[in-house]
C-alpha cells in the first residue's frame, strides 16, 4: 500500500513538472515574454485597484467601509495562511530554484526569489479576492462578474509562465482562495448586503 502511494505521489510530481515545461516553454510567445512579468505585479493593477475604491465608496458609502475592510481582511489573511503556515511547513524550491528543472526552465523576471513554492500566493490571493467579489457585488454587475476569475487565473497562469511556480502550486493556491474567498463574502453578505442605486446607502437615484 506504502509503494503504492508513493508511485501516486510520483506520477503526480512528474505530471505536474511536465505540464510546467509545457506552459513555461512549448507554449510561450514573445508578446506574452513582455507582458506576464509585469502582469502578475500588483503596481500593473494599481488603476484596477483605484478603480474598485472609488465605485465602492461612490454607491455605497458607509458600507463601502466595511466592504473594503472585508477585502483587506481576505487577503491579509489569505497571505498569512500561504507563506506562514503552508509555505513554511511544506517548503517545497521553486522550479527556478530547483537543481532538476533550472537548466531547462526559462525564467522570464530578473529573479527567481527566495521564499519557498507551494502554494502560489499569486493565484491564491488573486482567487480569494476574485470569489470575495464575485459572492459581494457579483450580482450588481451582471455577467462581467466572471471577469473576476479569468482575472485571477490569468495570474496563477502568469506564475507557471515566468517560471516561479508549479502548476500545483496554482492549483491548490486557487484552491483554497476560492474557499476563503467564498465563506468571507458570505459573511459579508449576511451582516452588510450591498444593494446598488438603494436611497438610503448610495447618492444615485
Known amino acids: 500500500m506504502l509503494d503504492s502511494w508513493q508511485q501516486f505521489l510520483l506520477l503526480l510530481e512528474q505530471t505536474d513538472r511536465r505540464v510546467f515545461q509545457l506552459i513555461n516553454r512549448q507554449l510561450s510567445w514573445n508578446g506574452f515574454d513582455e507582458l506576464f512579468p509585469l502582469w502578475r505585479t500588483p503596481e500593473f493593477w494599481t488603476p484596477l485597484y483605484l478603480f474598485l475604491l472609488l465605485f465602492m465608496l461612490l454607491n455605497f458609502r458607509k458600507k463601502a467601509g466595511w466592504w473594503i475592510l472585508y477585502f483587506i481582511v481576505t487577503v491579509s489573511l489569505m497571505d498569512t495562511i500561504g507563506n506562514k503556515l503552508i509555505k513554511q511547513t511544506v517548503q517545497r524550491l521553486r522550479p527556478c530554484n530547483d537543481p532538476d528543472m533550472i537548466e531547462t526552465l526559462v525564467l522570464r523576471v530578473p529573479n527567481c526569489g527566495t521564499g519557498y513554492?507551494?502554494?502560489?500566493?499569486?493565484?491564491?490571493?488573486?482567487?480569494?479576492?476574485?470569489?470575495?467579489?464575485?459572492?459581494?457585488?457579483?450580482?450588481?454587475?451582471?455577467?462581467?462578474?466572471?471577469?473576476?476569475?479569468?482575472?485571477?487565473?490569468?495570474?496563477?497562469?502568469?506564475?507557471?509562465?515566468?517560471?516561479?511556480?508549479?502548476?500545483?502550486?496554482?492549483?491548490?493556491?486557487?484552491?483554497?482562495?476560492?474557499?476563503?474567498?467564498?465563506?468571507?463574502?458570505?459573511?459579508?453578505?449576511?451582516?452588510?448586503?450591498?444593494?446598488?442605486?438603494?436611497?438610503a446607502t448610495t447618492p444615485f437615484r
Open 117 to 199: 513554492s507551494f502554494i502560489s500566493n499569486h493565484a491564491a490571493n488573486h482567487f480569494a479576492m476574485a470569489m470575495f467579489a464575485f459572492v459581494t457585488i457579483g450580482s450588481l454587475v451582471g455577467t462581467w462578474r466572471w471577469l473576476f476569475f479569468f482575472w485571477a487565473f490569468s495570474i496563477g497562469w502568469a506564475q507557471i509562465y515566468v517560471g516561479v511556480h508549479y502548476p500545483s502550486d496554482v492549483l491548490v493556491g486557487s484552491l483554497l482562495g476560492l474557499l476563503l474567498g467564498g465563506v468571507i463574502g458570505y459573511t459579508f453578505n449576511k451582516r452588510h448586503q450591498l444593494r446598488i442605486f438603494d436611497p
